[in-house]
């Protein structure tokens, strides 16, 4: 079946640390691979898409990977705050609709 | 230009009552998703409509659920007899076209639905 999975549950980091967060997927190829945040009680925000023709794509402090060899997709947070802390999902194309990974607690410690 | 508008944002029901959840899309835009996430689960897919049309219901239930997006007002998912498993909090979407064109896609607040 075609999966999409965040490995890690729960990611504690440093502040000022580099956060690095993984998606990795299954029996697929993907157009686009799409990373959102989610605060608890709110709907996903929209962060970075990447498509498969693009190795990197960065936004401020978001910088996003896409190695269509690894079948992996990594979201690096530089510099980070406590203020960063969600939770963060990844997402890929499933035709008309969106495949979310169950997603990954970052939280930054002061 | 307000977001997506959702209402209410919390629901309480009784096991046998009807729920009705409300989604105001985007000024524009004529694409709408509606997903479910249980505690400690993802996002998951439900139904994909455009106006009037339902374009994709693989992620619904069979029985007990039912979407429409009308001509004029919201998108509204129903959700008949609830049960306890309902709970959970559904989000609504909205696009100004296709998902598989890259489209990005903006969310509502949620609605939390609560099945006493």
């Known amino acids: 079946s075609q999966k999409i999975e965040q490995n890690s549950e729960a990611l504690n980091i440093q502040e000022g640390k580099t956060a690095t967060l993984t998606c990795n997927y299954t029996n697929y190829s993907p157009a686009y691979l799409q990373w959102y945040r989610q605060d608890p009680g709110r709907g996903p925000v929209f962060l970075l898409l990447i498509r498969e023709n693009e190795k990197e794509k960065r936004k401020e402090r978001l910088k996003v990977t896409f190695d269509t060899t690894l079948k992996q997709s990594l979201f690096h947070i530089t510099a980070s705050q406590p203020a960063d802390s969600a939770t963060y999902l990844c997402a890929r194309t499933g035709g008309d609709k969106i495949i979310f990974g169950k997603g990954t607690r970052l939280h930054i410690l002061p | 230009n307000a977001g997506v508008m959702q209402n209410p944002r919390h629901l309480v029901r009784r096991r046998g009552q009807e729920a009705r959840l409300r989604c105001s899309p985007m000024k524009g835009h004529s694409h709408v998703y509606w997903y479910r996430q249980l505690p400690e689960e993802g996002l998951k897919f439900m139904v994909y409509?455009?106006?009037?049309?339902?374009?994709?219901e693989s992620g619904m239930p069979k029985e007990r659920f039912s979407a429409e997006f009308p001509k004029e007002g919201p998108s509204i998912l129903r959700i008949q007899q609830v049960v306890r498993g309902d709970s959970a909090a559904y989000f609504c979407?909205?696009?100004?076209?296709?998902?598989?064109?890259?489209?990005?896609?903006?969310f509502g607040p949620g609605t939390r639905l609560t099945v006493l």
């Open positions: 409509l455009q106006k009037e049309n339902i374009i994709d």
């Open positions: 979407a909205s696009s100004s076209g296709t998902l598989a064109v890259d489209n990005e896609q903006f």
